[in-house]
T-cell receptor, first 113, second 112 residues
Framework: AQSVTQLGSHVSVSEGALVLLRCNYSSSVPPYLFWYVQYPNQGLQLLLKYTTGATLVKGINGFEAEFKKSETSFHLTKPSAHMSDAAEYFCAVKGGSQGNLIFGKGTKLSVKP | DSGVTQTPKHLITATGQRVTLRCSPRSGDLSVYWYQQSLDQGLQFLIQYYNGEERAKGNILERFSAQQFPDLHSELNLSSLELGDSALYFC???????????FGSGTRLTVV
């Protein structure tokens, strides 16, 4: 069965610093991986996805993630944090054959001025 | 506005009651997914519909049921409610799974 593990339920960075949110996956088949962001009192919004092809994936708001099969990882990065990046971030993997996604527990990102 | 509409936004009800949550998917999306989000369990997949047919089931309790209607809107019915059912319930829709989901803003259910 597919699953994802997000390391660190809470990450705090200073404005302008590198953002690194960690996600490791477990999958018996080639994984399809996603990152979503959830702002307070809102639904989840797709940041980026890896399905096939290039392993470095660029998303919205300056975020990117790299699929590393050898490390079973799909970490999310952003070179320079903005205050507006404060939110909760969820990594997800395609679960069943019908495409339902299995989400990690989430990582809450705080950005200090 | 994501294009996925969920009503109501908030719902407070008593234990033992039954409620219905409604979701209108984004125009053109045939798949609807329901998720439950709670602090202890995180985001749990409940059930998926595609063009009116149930396609996948996750951790959905027997007290919960759902359906998707010909106009593609979906309803999630929760009955014999317990305190532990208090959570955020999200609906998401997609035209194709590898496009990613579009989420609604959720229904916050409080059972007292």
């Amino acid at each position: 069965a597919q699953s994802v593990t997000q390391l660190g339920s809470h990450v705090s960075v200073s404005e302008g610093a590198l953002v690194l949110l960690r996600c490791n996956y477990s999958s018996s088949v080639p994984p399809y991986l996603f990152w979503y962001v959830q702002y307070p009192n809102q639904g989840l919004q797709l940041l980026l996805k890896y399905t096939t092809g290039a392993t470095l994936v660029k998303g919205i708001n300056g975020f990117e993630a790299e699929f590393k099969k050898s490390e079973t990882s799909f970490h999310l990065t952003k070179p320079s944090a903005h205050m507006s990046d404060a939110a909760e971030y969820f990594c997800a993997v395609k679960g069943g054959s019908q495409g339902n996604l299995i989400f990690g527990k989430g990582t809450k990102l705080s950005v200090k001025p | 506005d994501s294009g996925v509409t969920q009503t109501p936004k908030h719902l407070i009800t008593a234990t033992g009651q039954r409620v219905t949550l409604r979701c209108s998917p984004r125009s053109g999306d045939l798949s609807v997914y329901w998720y439950q989000q709670s602090l202890d369990q995180g985001l749990q997949f409940l059930i998926q519909y595609y063009n009116g047919e149930e396609r996948a089931k996750g951790n959905i309790l027997e007290r919960f049921s759902a359906q998707q209607f010909p106009d593609l809107h979906s309803e999630l019915n929760l009955s014999s409610l317990e305190l532990g059912d208090s959570a955020l319930y999200f609906c998401a829709s997609s035209v194709q799974w590898d496009y990613g989901y579009t989420f609604g803003s959720g229904t916050r259910l409080t059972v007292v």
